[in-house]
């Protein structure tokens, strides 16, 4: 799961653990979560009002210089001044042997900036990391992939897909914000740096088509200027194998820096390579997606985050339909529950309006102080990884009377027994720029497992509310189902709206559930686990499963099993079981750049950025 620059969702969650609060309140990973991308204005208006101050004192300091200046203009302007005038003869001995000293050797400007670099270190251990740099751009490069972006609609701060000839909409965001060339520079660096010339390349590219359009422009903000595009890209495009584009580039370098001895060097041995291969000079390279070796079932993944729900509509399959739900429990007679079935084999249930706005208001309240980079098990550790990017808190019931009050509902609906050691704590997560869950597990997959030495049994259902809506994307794909569940509009009185196809929806307080130890595609992380020894959730599994069986029989194939990863549990995938993934607006990761440029085998040695 996962959101556009900018979107999140709070995902509430039944679930095993309990939060540190010295480890919560600790800054980083500020891109991992909207809440805490949110937490980062604050330092940044600290610093604007730090900057309004400096303002105001350097337009004090140049008015008094302008004062200065016209003064003395004004003396140079009359040529028939008389220096005979022994008081113009003084002032003008005076000003040029202390006036204009005092004016050039003036401390007011080093105060002012010196008051401004001291504000600046005050708040900076506030301030996002170079990590989260990284992670915020590598983020981008996910929502261009999954979501088929534009780069150069990025750059003007549209959502557009490009297939082909055909450009699609995605999202219309309310105030229209376009990147400058330097920050099109960082993203494509951060590819660049991984050696991902596949992204690294379109934001180059950008980069240098906005640096040409601006040249001779001063930007105190900047970083980086043209010469450092066209060095990156030019070098980026030797190693996909483009030497003739990387050829033209480092010359067009040497116009503006013609000083420069290592691309001298590198246009001599791009021409050298080219006189030796005279095909190069038309050929073009193709670069590759890089490769996810973990992520076999990447297209199916991402075609079902782009489709925001695959699923047939309810006037199509009968057996879907939207109901009333009291499961006989006096708790719900008098205010019953909307369902919506979405699914059979996987059963995947909706259900709608099933916490008031205010009551995922104080949930999110309650678990934003806790929240921390969410982790994945491996082995004994809990390490976080780039195929999960969120940010998780864990509450027990005994924070507020609110959550009891929940697990009550939670447990009429379902009829399971929601108290530890049968159920794991609530688990709320924020998703952040370009958050996601990959393919994965909520349930033990291997005998191994801590969590079968806890004593409370494995996995048996999910149970997972959505506390915010979301502008555009979202969705909780089922992978070897084959259809994702996304942001939906309401469902009353048994008519269904069914799922909305559009990108800008809007979806709250509502709750999607599945079983979980049938080795049904799960959302993974948030889960409602049930031990094994309970009888009576064991029974209403087994019953529930059954009545699904004879109605709707499906079989999978177990080629469609995906390879183990590292920090994942291992073990055998029975047939008709598969993981899920929750994508919000993007989702996996970029991984590297695994192709060979074509000239890598030349005993030449072109010098990338840095060298000397």
């Not at 504000?119 to 996002?128: A, C, T």
């Not at 180059?204 to 088509?209: H, I, N, P, Y």
Request: proline share 5%; with cysteine; glycine share 8%.
């Amino acid at each position: 799961m996962g959101p556009a620059a900018g979107l999140a969702a709070l995902l509430a969650v039944l679930a095993l653990g309990a939060g540190d609060p010295a480890g919560a309140a600790a800054r980083g990973d500020t891109f991992s979560a909207l809440t805490s991308v949110a937490r980062a204005l604050a330092p940044e208006r600290r610093l604007l009002g730090l900057l309004r101050r400096y303002l105001r004192g350097e337009e004090a300091r140049l008015r008094d210089l302008t004062r200065f200046y016209d003064k003395v203009l004004s003396l140079h302007e009359d040529s028939a001044t008389p220096v005979s005038n022994p008081l113009l003869a003084f002032t003008l001995i005076k000003r040029l042997q202390s006036d204009w000293r005092n004016v050039v050797h003036s401390l007011e400007a080093s105060e002012n900036i010196r008051a401004l670099k001291d504000g600046y270190e005050k708040v900076e251990q506030d301030l996002p990391a170079f990590e989260d740099v990284e992670g915020a751009a590598r983020a981008l490069m996910r929502l261009q992939d999954v979501y088929m972006l534009n780069v150069k609609g990025l750059a003007r701060g549209v959502f557009q897909r490009v297939v082909g000839s055909a450009v699609t909409d995605l999202y219309s965001p309310r105030r229209l914000f376009s990147l400058t060339a330097d920050d099109c520079f960082q993203v494509g660096k951060v590819a660049y740096d991984m050696g991902d010339y596949y992204h690294a390349i379109p934001w180059l590219e950008e980069a240098v088509s906005l640096f040409r359009g601006s040249y001779g422009e001063w930007k105190t903000e900047d970083e980086a200027s043209l010469e450092d595009a066209l060095d990156h890209l030019a070098f980026a495009y030797f190693q996909a194998g483009n030497v003739s584009c990387a050829l033209s580039l480092s010359r067009e370098f040497l116009l503006y820096s013609p000083d420069n001895k290592r691309m001298a060097r590198n246009v001599l041995k791009y021409e050298k390579l080219l006189a030796e291969s005279p095909n190069q000079v038309v050929a073009e390279a193709v670069i590759q997606r890089p490769n996810v070796p973990h992520l076999q079932t990447r297209d199916i993944y991402e075609g079902l985050c782009q489709t925001l729900g695959s699923q047939p509509t309810h006037y199509q399959i009968p057996s879907l339909y939207c109901s009333y739900e009291t499961n006989s429990s006096p708790y719900l007679l008098l205010q019953p529950v909307r369902k919506e079935v979405i699914h059979l084999e996987p059963y995947v249930v909706l259900y709608h309006d099933f916490v008031s706005d205010v009551e995922a208001q104080k949930i999110r309240g309650l678990a934003e102080p806790w929240l921390q980079r969410s982790v994945v098990a491996s082995g004994e550790k809990q390490l976080p990884v780039e195929y999960r990017i969120s940010k998780s808190a864990w509450l027990k019931d005994t924070v507020d009377p609110l959550l009891v009050t929940l697990d009550h509902r939670i447990g009429a609906l379902t009829g399971l027994d929601v108290q530890t050691p049968y159920a794991e704590y609530l688990q709320v997560v924020n998703y952040g720029i370009g958050g996601h869950y990959e393919p994965h597990f909520d349930h033990a997959t291997s005998p191994t497992s801590p969590l079968y030495r806890m004593k409370s049994g494995n996995r048996v259902a999910t149970f997972m509310i959505y506390l915010s809506s979301v502008e555009a994307g979202g969705a909780t794909a089922f992978i070897y189902a084959n259809f994702s569940v996304p942001v939906v509009k309401h469902c009353f009185g048994g008519i269904c709206t069914g799922v909305v196809k559009g990108m800008v929806t809007h979806f709250m307080r509502a709750v999607l559930s599945w079983w979980e130890i049938s080795g049904w595609p799960t959302s993974g992380y948030m889960s409602m686990d049930r031990s094994s020894a309970d009888p009576a959730a064991q029974a209403l599994k087994t019953k529930t499963l059954a009545e699904r069986s004879r109605s709707s029989p499906v079989t999978f194939r177990r080629s469609q099993k995906p390879k183990a990863r590292l920090g994942e549990e291992k073990g055998e995938l029975p047939s008709g079981r598969g993981p899920c993934q929750h994508c919000l607006f993007p989702a996996k990761g970029s991984g590297l750049y695994q192709g060979t440029p074509e000239n890598s085998s030349q005993a030449i040695r072109v010098e990338r950025m840095g060298n000397t």
